[in-house]
């Protein structure tokens, strides 16, 4: 009997007992679900679902080569999704009795699909959170993915024509939840729905043509990211690729989100942040329908605001609202059913129901204009707050808006657990700057603990996200410059074969004057294999006594807070490590940039001002920077990376310890040293003070607040990168 390699890595054999324990548990319990979603139907009808589901299920485990996918029943009307995270296809019962064969082999196949080739947990979780961005994925994925089995499965394709000619009433139901949810059309809605519709057309070989009912500022951003998106939807592997390994797959996926991150977003960021606005208008508007604003629901209009409207457009206004509360009606408690409503202090008022969204559509753009002007001049604790209540808003219509989405992106980088700590590195124990520390640590007869112990035990996120806020336009400005030096661009397409996806017009041209016959032709292009990231950087951080003076460690807090957010959202391997006489590790090669790593973070300020020795109790302001560096260099080693690089943010003064004496632990011998193990180093001086650093590193940077270093740091990692010479 063939020794089957299974997932976990044992040989079947061996854990087959321990397997099929948990799978009769498992099927145990799907059964009792199905069963009890079966016992809605009829039994002509439950027998009707089971036939169906069973002929589904064989096709989902053929498409998405895993046959031990569930395929288990959803509740009626709830529609299809592959869950990423458990693993598992849910098929809607109510479709399986109401719509044709050749429609639900197809979305079974494009579930399938899904699981055979879409990968989202290298997506960082701050940059999924943004609004709009994961439709915007959706939106581009599905054609992808669909690309990807029809080229493997031909059948396929007839199906797929013949299922989007059936059913496309997903845009109809996302623009009428929209109406009903929002008020308006979301532009974000109208670009993602667009882009699947180009995509069928582009399947079916017709050409380009945007659709006529796109407002402008829609059809100008489809208009420019369509070519970009088009690329992402064609990078999938072959079936053989698929075949082959898992790790082709996810180059795949990450070459798609990548074009999608940096092409397509930055541009269909702006139409979300225009939804932002529009939204904070409703939530205003919404506001007067409850009553919030002067006077009743209805009339609630501020008087500043009627100054600025004119007659026509406050009646205008007046009437919209109107119709929002009138559509939803006010009602008493116990109308419905002819019970008097209770006696309160305010006996005979209507009880206000949430009204209905106003139908900004409806307005003029001179109208909506003057509403966002007032809004913006609004006291700025309120400005938050409508802010914060309409990117909620939108958040929940995107989450709503992927159910209409048949073979979503059901489950995302929002739910994947962070990754457990890699093994210590080895030599001298590392401890977490933030985290509990060991009992044999703590030595009870010496008081000046007291503060790092509450410090450890009570974390502070506030911290980092204050300097977050203050330095988010430094990160959105370096990124995209950081982007081009630590991840490669990846060439759109490879040309000069005879076979491919599209043709090199250009090329062809040339080759018809030369009079070359279209079979003797080398103007196709093909898809290239992405490439992978190569490099591991740790960030270390001097957290010695003395980093108070000039609020040196705020100026290093900011920079460290600008790199550590830009790396993680480049997916470059990173560590932060923070070091006086002791090494604190906040964030380790392996972990994702999670909210606990963010509040371990904000410890920093805590360890100097607290720069207590263990050893003896008392406060000091060791700087063990040789050893320090020593100890990031071992760590760097490790990584399978050929590209390391170690960024040291320190004021330049040495002051060595007891335990890491200089005699042991020279600081130009520990750089020198790194620097022959392939290593690049270079120090960054950040806040008045910090001209030291220039003596110790061949490449440094001095004496700068983090908006000079911001803008001097992509052009002195070009020259680390390109001029680090031997010493």
């Known amino acids: 009997m063939r020794n089957i ?64 996918i569930p395929v288990e029943l959803n509740e009626p009307g709830q529609g299809w999704h592959w869950n990423f995270k458990e693993n598992k296809i849910r098929i809607d019962p109510k479709d399986l009795l109401e719509k044709s064969m050749d429609y639900l082999r197809f979305v079974i196949c494009h579930e399938g699909g899904h699981r055979r080739i879409t990968r989202a947990d290298f997506i960082p979780v701050e940059v999924w959170r943004q609004p709009g961005f994961s439709f915007m994925m959706n939106a581009i994925e599905d054609p992808r993915m669909n690309n990807f089995v029809a080229e493997s499965y031909p059948k396929f394709r007839e199906q797929m024509t013949l299922a989007y000619k059936q059913d496309l009433d997903f845009e109809a139901k996302g623009k009428e939840k929209a109406g009903q949810k929002l008020g308006y059309q979301p532009r974000f809605m109208q670009a993602g729905f667009e882009y699947i519709r180009q995509w069928f057309r582009e399947v079916q070989n017709q050409d380009t043509e945007l659709s006529a009912d796109l407002p402008e500022d829609v059809r100008q951003v489809v208009g420019e990211t369509l070519p970009m998106a088009q690329d992402s939807w064609w990078r999938y592997p072959s079936r053989q690729e698929a075949d082959k390994s898992e790790e082709l797959i996810t180059r795949y996926a990450e070459a798609s989100y990548e074009i999608n991150r940096d092409q397509v977003w930055p541009e269909f960021k702006k139409l979300v942040e225009q939804d932002m606005e529009d939204q904070k208008t409703q939530e205003f508007l919404q506001d007067t329908q409850q009553g919030k604003g002067e006077g009743q629901p209805g009339q609630g209009l501020p008087q500043e605001l009627k100054d600025q409207l004119t007659p026509e457009e406050q009646k205008e206004l007046e009437k919209a609202i109107e119709e929002a509360i009138r559509s939803n009606g006010t009602k008493q408690e116990g109308e419905a059913s002819g019970q008097q409503p209770p006696q309160s202090a305010e006996a005979g008022q209507d009880q206000q129901v949430p009204g209905k969204p106003v139908n900004l559509d409806s307005l003029s753009e001179e109208l909506k204009q003057k509403i966002r002007e007032y809004v913006e001049s609004l006291p700025e604790a309120q400005r938050e707050e409508l802010a914060e209540r309409a990117k909620t808003t939108i958040k929940q219509f995107e989450k709503e808006l992927a159910q209409e989405l048949q073979g979503k992106l059901s489950d995302n980088p929002e739910t994947q657990d962070a990754r457990p700590k890699s093994d210590q590195a080895g030599g001298e124990p590392l401890r977490t700057g933030s985290g509990p520390l060991k009992p044999f640590e703590i030595n009870p007869e010496l008081l000046k603990y007291k503060e790092r112990l509450e410090r450890v035990v009570n974390k502070d996120a506030n911290i980092y996200e204050k300097y977050l806020r203050e330095v988010a336009s430094l990160i959105e400005m370096l990124e995209p410059q950081m982007r081009e030096i630590f991840t490669p661009t990846i060439s759109a397409w490879q040309g000069g074969f005879k076979s ?121 302001s060791e700087t063990d920077l040789g050893w320090a560096v020593e100890t990031a260099a071992s760590r760097l080693q490790k990584q399978t990376a050929p590209n390391r690089l170690l960024l040291t943010f320190s004021d330049g003064i040495v002051a060595e310890s007891d335990k890491h004496p200089r005699s042991k632990h020279e600081s130009s011998q520990a750089i020198n040293k790194a620097h022959k193990l392939g290593i690049k180093l270079a120090g960054l001086g950040l806040g008045k003070g910090s001209g030291k650093i220039a003596d110790l590193f061949k490449k440094e940077l001095a004496n700068l607040n983090v908006e000079e270093m911001a803008n001097k740091l992509p052009d002195f990692i070009k020259d680390i990168i390109a001029n680090y010479d031997e010493f």
């Open 5 to 68: 390699e299974r997932r976990d890595g044992l040989p079947d054999l061996v854990v087959r007992p321990a397997v099929r324990e948990r799978e009769r548990t498992f099927h145990a319990l799907r059964e009792n679900r199905d069963s009890a979603i079966l016992s809605q139907f009829t039994p002509e009808q439950q027998e009707e679902i089971r036939y169906k589901q069973q002929i589904l299920s064989s096709l989902a485990y053929f498409i998405g080569k895993d046959f031990r």
């Open 500 to 620: 491919g996806k599209r043709i090199n017009i250009k090329q062809r041209i040339q080759e018809k004057a030369k009079a070359i016959p279209a079979m003797e032709s080398h103007a196709w292009q093909r898809r290239e294999l992405p490439k992978i990231k190569d490099w591991a950087i740790i960030l270390l951080v001097d957290l010695s006594g003395s980093r108070k003076k000039n609020k040196q460690i705020e100026e290093n807090f900011k920079a460290i807070v600008i790199l550590a957010e830009i790396f993680n959202r480049l997916g470059v391997a990173t560590e932060v490590l923070g070091f006086n006489d002791e090494i604190y590790k906040y964030l380790e090669f392996g972990q994702q940039m999670s909210q606990e790593v963010r509040e371990h973070l904000g410890g920093m300020f805590k360890e100097v001002e607290d720069s207590c020795c263990k050893s003896c109790g008392n406060e000091h």
